[in-house]
């Protein structure tokens, strides 16, 4: 059976083109829907790639696979093998879907520039777990971090002024560091959800809670963000649930007395877990406020001597008792070197 000369130098070519490609390089880009696939090795070595698409370059290493669509474009697939990406300075925003599910990716530098985190940016990056928002950051767009499991904290900017639905919903247990301003964040339904810490430091007074519910999922999350949009006495009464009005109660006690004899009510559950968290700005604050009294302080000394022993803050010990030296005293002197 004879064979066609063209038809097997073709082969040839086809198969050396292959080969080439296995240990030096590809690059794919179709036009259009605009897909760019580079990958490969040199050697045994992994490469370091530049890809640009629109206005946005990325830099990873590892084998990259970026579908960026526009949107009549299918939904990229989960194929990625990129570990991490650079998003270059100048970048202004990062587009909706760059990094959907790249479940490979553990890291991503995004540069001061970056205003703007596009609809579901990074949804689904399970083994994202170091990442830093831009400190100029004004929108996080819906789902932009969703199912973002392995980053432990998010320090979200004071000039964030929107977070979309369901933002950073299903972190897992994550701390989420919200700014002093959060009355101006523009917060949508279920942008953080069941088992999220939220945390906030407010007047040097540090303080936290866990979602029971998705954000504004049910009342007493509801009533949570009114009090948060419009921190009155009001909006404070109308919280049911005292696992938020402990906490909030200490960061707002400022603003009325009905507030300020809340927290009063409840200071031997509050200090005690100040002290256990080495809170020394916060638990001074107290002091100086009013909060720790007379009445109550021997029993926080107590517990901070306990805690010192443990492994504790022994600054706090030396506060707490500095303090009652200073202004109420010691019954005798054996009192005071107890201590």
């Not at 590892?62 to 991490?84: L, S």
Request: glycine fraction near 6%; include cysteine; proline fraction near 4%.
């Amino acid at each position: 059976m004879k064979t066609d000369p063209d038809k097997a130098e073709k082969k040839q070519r086809d198969e050396k083109s292959e080969k080439k490609t296995e240990f030096l390089f590809d690059v794919l880009i179709v036009l259009g829907a605009l897909i760019i696939h580079v990958g490969g090795l040199l050697g045994n070595q992994m490469f370091l790639c530049y890809i640009a698409i629109g206005c946005a370059i990325f830099v990873a290493v590892g084998t990259i696979r970026v579908m960026h669509t526009t949107p009549t474009a299918p939904e990229p697939t989960p194929t990625t093998e990129m570990k991490k990406a650079v998003i270059p300075y100048g970048n202004i925003s990062i587009e909706q879907m760059a990094f959907y599910e790249c479940y490979h990716l553990g890291e991503v530098e995004i540069p001061d520039t970056v205003t703007t985190i596009g609809e579901k940016a990074f949804y689904n990056c399970r083994r994202l777990y170091k990442m830093e928002l831009p400190p100029y950051l004004e929108r996080i767009e819906a789902n932009a971090f969703c199912y973002c499991q392995a980053v432990f904290e998010w320090k979200i900017p004071s000039t964030v002024k929107y977070i979309g639905e369901c933002a950073f919903f299903k972190v897992g247990f994550a701390k989420i560091d919200l700014p002093e301003n959060i009355a101006e964040i523009e917060i949508k339904y279920g942008a953080f959800s069941r088992g999220s810490y939220l945390c906030f430091t407010r007047n040097g007074r540090k303080f936290d809670f866990e979602l029971h519910n998705a954000w504004q999922e049910k009342p007493e999350e509801q009533s949570l963000a009114e009090f948060l949009k419009n921190p009155t006495a009001e909006t404070f009464r109308k919280m049911k649930q005292s696992y938020y009005k402990i906490p909030l109660s200490l960061g707002y006690y400022d603003i009325d007395k009905s507030i300020r004899n809340y927290l009063k009510g409840c200071i031997q559950q509050v200090v005690p877990e100040l002290i256990h968290r080495k809170e020394l700005e916060t638990i001074s604050v107290l002091l100086n406020d009013g909060i720790i009294t007379k009445k109550n302080i021997d029993n926080f000394i107590d517990l901070a001597i306990d805690e010192a022993q443990k492994g504790g803050s022994f600054e706090i010990q030396m506060l707490l008792t500095d303090y009652k030296a200073k202004h109420f005293g010691f019954e005798s002197i054996e009192d005071r070197f107890r201590l």
